[in-house]
């Protein structure tokens, strides 16, 4: 059975950082292309960093270009999102994501994914959720 678990939301102050963990069983991170994506109510989900896993590249959402960052640890099978100088809007509930379908060519595309209707991600994780907040 597959399963992608976050961990590492909470309540964090403006200008604070958290950092969301993302661990894998049943399948081998490296085979995939990963995410974290996010999601507020009312909202759609949106792509907030992305990893294409052919070469490794990344991708950041301008909302949290210079302020995120992703990383992954094949040992552990993980991938993790640094998140610093928070701002009230980073409030949302973190999803991680896994998928190889051919239609993603880059780690954009990967983040883009939920823009496109009836695409299914392979895998998703039950999310962990983010308050920033004074």
């Known amino acids: 059975q597959v399963q992608l678990v976050e961990s590492g939301g909470g309540l964090v102050q403006p200008g604070g950082s958290l950092r969301l963990s993302c661990v894998a069983s049943g399948i081998n991170l490296e085979n995939y292309h990963i995410g974290w994506f996010r999601q507020t109510p009312g909202k759609e989900r949106e792509g907030v960093s992305c990893v294409f896993s052919s070469d490794g590249s990344t991708y950041y959402a301008d909302s949290v270009q210079g302020r995120f960052s992703i990383s992954r640890d094949k040992t552990k099978n993980a991938v993790y999102l640094q998140m610093n100088s928070q701002k009230p809007e980073d409030t949302a509930v973190y999803y991680c994501?896994?998928?190889?379908?051919?239609?993603?060519?880059?780690?954009?595309?990967?983040?883009?994914?939920?823009?496109?209707?009836?695409?299914?991600?392979?895998?998703w994780g039950k999310g962990t959720p983010v308050t920033v907040s004074s």
């Open positions: 994501a896994a998928d190889r379908g051919a239609v993603i060519t880059t780690a954009q595309t990967m983040c883009l994914m939920t823009k496109i209707v009836n695409y299914d991600m392979d895998y």
